[in-house]
């Protein structure tokens, strides 16, 4: 079991940056590989970046160079630099966390609004 807490949501203005953190808990070492989707209001939930044990990642089309990905293995946590921030961007942030032989985890999500 992996548990999955999420921090640094907020609102911030069209062009702003924010962080999001996601710190993992429990049996880390089944984690193969840690990301973060988003949902939107009324729109499905959506890949916005991953990284692996190893640190190879991978990003939507929407985020490529806006976002950044990285991990911080002694802390065990997982952040999402967000840059040149867009109202598109706006919606519910959730980590995830995929485990070796077990059904992925989820985190409870974090709010992130990007006004025009």
């Known amino acids: 079991q992996v548990q999955l807490v999420e921090s640094g949501g907020g609102l911030v203005q069209a062009g702003g940056s924010l962080r999001l953190s996601c710190k993992a808990s429990g049996n880390i070492f089944s984690i193969n590989y840690m990301g973060w989707y988003r949902q939107a209001p009324g729109k499905q939930r959506e890949l916005v970046a991953t990284?692996?044990?190893?640190?190879?990642?991978n990003y939507s089309d929407s985020v490529k160079g806006r976002f950044t990905i990285s991990r911080d293995n002694a802390k065990n946590t997982v952040y999402l630099q967000m840059n040149s921030l867009k109202p598109e961007d706006t919606a519910v942030y959730y980590c995830?966390?995929?485990?070796?032989?077990?059904?992925?985890?989820w985190g409870q999500g974090t709010q992130v609004t990007v006004s025009s």
């Open positions: 990284i692996t044990r190893v640190g190879s990642t």
């Open positions: 995830n966390a995929g485990l070796c032989g077990a059904k992925d985890s």
